[in-house]
């Protein structure tokens, strides 16, 4: 039996969410299109013939200027911890930058394997492909580099393959009805982001959360009572996310709950709040509340 830790890491965008999802095979980590989508280190497992792959999602690796965005930076790092695999996405679609090689040179002296996905390769020509392959060749140390599209899923099973190949020998640490290392608690939170940041496209940036404040299955019924605060960093930007009338808070519950349906496999009742905290992504004691303390 082989089993380890895969961590992911890439730059914002580039596609980390999208292949660790593929690899599950069930959502496990919010998808959008938006840059740091992804707060926290989500764990996905998957068990396969003779093997145990444990996926490490990780923020986009980006500077820190506030409490969030160092917490999300920490969060990198201890992801690195005792892992057997750094699995770099590059998104060769914007293709690779400095930033990219710079940070795969320093990776391959302290982990144990480096593979480089090289992803949306859908969204380019051959030629570009070509050139980007190249900037990466002459990084020495990488495993191997692999051109895959996660959205299409192309060459992702000879991805796949790759890595769990190097996996060291081992007992599973998840048994096989786990997923994810996150509670169900946690991915509805994360659900409710993930359809406020979709419906409200460009009209709120990236300055919102999600604090689940009831969580309970009632007695006598098949039903969860899920309360939550979507906080957001301007007062302004509470009457858009509320939308006249309650329309848009009504369309982010409606979207959330069916998809909390499928994950509780039971119906919801969910019921959504929208606060305004201009300075929740410095405050130690929000910060904490929301998920992202230390």
């Known amino acids: 039996m082989k089993t380890g830790f895969i961590t992911l890491i890439g730059r914002p965008n580039a596609g980390k969410s999208t292949l660790i999802n593929r690899f599950v095979g069930e959502k496990v980590s919010i998808v959008t299109w938006r840059p740091q989508t992804t707060r926290n280190k989500i764990t996905g497992v998957l068990n396969g013939e003779g093997y145990q792959a444990i996926f490490v999602d990780t923020p986009g690796l980006h500077s820190a200027t506030d409490g969030l965005s160092r917490y999300m930076m920490q969060s990198i790092e201890a992801a690195l911890d005792g892992i057997d695999c750094l699995l770099y996405l590059?998104?060769?679609?914007?293709?690779?930058?400095?930033e990219d090689l710079e940070y795969l040179s320093k990776a391959v002296k302290t982990v144990?394997?480096?593979?480089?996905?090289?992803?949306?390769?859908?969204?380019?020509?051959?030629?570009?492909?070509?050139?980007?392959?190249?900037?990466?060749?002459?990084?020495?140390?990488?495993?191997?580099?692999v051109p895959v599209s996660a959205k299409r899923g192309d060459n992702t099973d000879k991805l796949?393959?790759?890595?769990?190949?190097?996996?060291?020998?081992?007992?599973?640490?998840?048994?096989?009805?786990?997923?994810?290392?996150?509670?169900?608690?946690?991915?509805?939170?994360?659900?409710?982001?993930?359809?406020?940041?979709?419906?409200?496209?460009?009209?709120?940036?990236?300055?919102?959360?999600?604090?689940?404040?009831?969580?309970?299955?009632?007695?006598?019924?098949?039903?969860?009572?899920?309360?939550?605060?979507?906080?957001?960093?301007?007062?302004?930007?509470?009457?858009?996310?509320?939308?006249?009338?309650?329309?848009?808070?009504?369309?982010?519950a409606t979207e959330a709950r069916v998809d909390m349906e499928e994950l509780l496999e039971t119906k919801v009742f969910l019921t959504l709040y929208v606060k305004a905290d201009e300075g929740w992504r410095d405050s130690a004691y929000l910060l904490n509340e929301l998920g992202y303390g230390e």
């Open 90 to 98: 590059c998104d060769v679609a914007r293709g690779v930058s400095r």
């Open 112 to 145: 144990p394997a480096v593979v480089v996905a090289v992803n949306k390769t859908d969204c380019v020509a051959k030629e570009t492909l070509f050139a980007e392959l190249t900037k990466l060749n002459a990084t020495e140390g990488i495993k191997a580099i």
């Open 160 to 252: 796949l393959k790759l890595l769990t190949d190097l996996l060291p020998e081992g007992e599973p640490q998840y048994s096989e009805d786990v997923l994810t290392d996150k509670s169900t608690r946690f991915m509805c939170g994360e659900i409710i982001r993930e359809k406020a940041l979709k419906l409200l496209e460009k009209e709120i940036p990236y300055g919102i959360s999600v604090l689940v404040t009831k969580f309970e299955q009632r007695a006598d019924k098949p039903i969860y009572d899920i309360n939550a605060d979507i906080v957001c960093d301007r007062k302004n930007h509470k009457s858009v996310i509320i939308g006249k009338g309650g329309s848009m808070l009504k369309k982010i």
